[in-house]
């Protein structure tokens, strides 16, 4: 029996200290906040018990940011699409910032089974002065395990109404689009990371970050395909590809801890979920 959870998680300021208020239906939980940088700034990880999506299944994350609030949200896990028998496995993830507020959206990467029949969206509304630092990565088929990404289909979308969306469809029988260099370049696992603004961001500021974030990128392991750029004056975005899932989880956890520190002032204090 296909299964269909729901989690809604609500950001609220109380006097110094961002609160989580949440209700869940089905098999999809938040653990409890977690404050290692103090009680500005709440930590939560989400958690599927099931493990994975079949066909049929859905999750809804929705997630709401009142004003001044900062929330950084993370999974203990891969996210997985299974094999299916023809219907569609499907998470859908809106995100609602109100004025000031922000959101690190980091969960570990998204793994696209062979067989797969899956749509992975993420959308979010920015209010003025509000802003976004978040990732998603998505891996094809399982390289290590000798199960490669023959047979599927994987739908991602991205966007933020009236500034950004990236969207595709990724059928492993297109072997043009997976093989030449144009798209995946045979590469199998592909990542997008952003900073976006609700409010342009000034040209200096901006220039500042994408020179930082470039400085790190020139480290990036062999193998890894990464840039960087501005493509309008709200965002930042650092697009990759990698052989596998492990180095780019590297570059990019690397790109959002010198965003933090150059956009916040804030420190590099990863999710305790990434050092279990």
């Known amino acids: 029996m296909p299964w269909h959870a729901r989690l809604q998680l609500d950001y609220r300021r109380d006097a110094d200290r961002t609160v989580l208020h949440h209700a869940h239906e089905g098999p999809l939980r938040v653990l409890k906040s977690l404050y290692p940088e103090g009680h500005a700034i ?15 299944d859905r999750l809804d994350i929705d997630i709401r940011l009142q004003s001044g609030t900062h929330a950084l949200i993370s999974t203990p896990g891969a996210t997985r699409f299974y094999r299916s028998e023809g219907e569609l496995a499907q998470q859908h993830v809106r995100v609602q ?3 000031g507020a922000r959101l690190e959206w980091v969960p570990l990467e998204t793994i696209a089974y062979p067989d797969c029949i899956a749509h992975n969206h993420w959308s979010a509304t920015l209010a003025p002065g509000a802003e976004c630092l978040g990732w998603d990565v998505c891996a094809l088929g399982l390289p290590g395990a000798g199960q490669p990404f023959e047979r599927g289909t994987l739908t991602q979308h991205l966007g933020i109404p009236g500034l950004w969306r990236e969207e595709a469809t990724i059928d492993a029988a297109d072997t043009r689009l997976l093989q030449s260099p144009l798209g995946l370049g045979g590469q199998r696992c592909m990542g997008t990371l952003w900073l976006a603004s609700g409010s342009p961001l000034e040209r200096p500021r901006r ?16 193998g890894v395909q990464v840039a960087a750029t501005c493509p309008n004056p709200q965002m930042l975005v650092v697009r990759g590809l990698a052989p596998l899932v492990e180095p ?15 956009a916040w002032g804030l420190p590099n204090t990863p999710p305790r979920i990434w050092r279990v």
Request: charged share 15%; hydrophobic share 50%.
């Open 248 to 262: 780019l989880a590297t570059v990019f956890q690397r790109a959002w801890a010198v965003l933090r520190t150059q």
């Open 97 to 99: 910032l109100e004025t």
């Open 42 to 56: 709440c930590h939560n990880v989400l958690v599927h018990p099931p493990a994975g999506l079949v066909g049929g």
């Open 207 to 222: 220039e500042a970050l994408l020179e930082a974030v470039r400085a790190t990128l020139e480290g990036a392991p062999e």
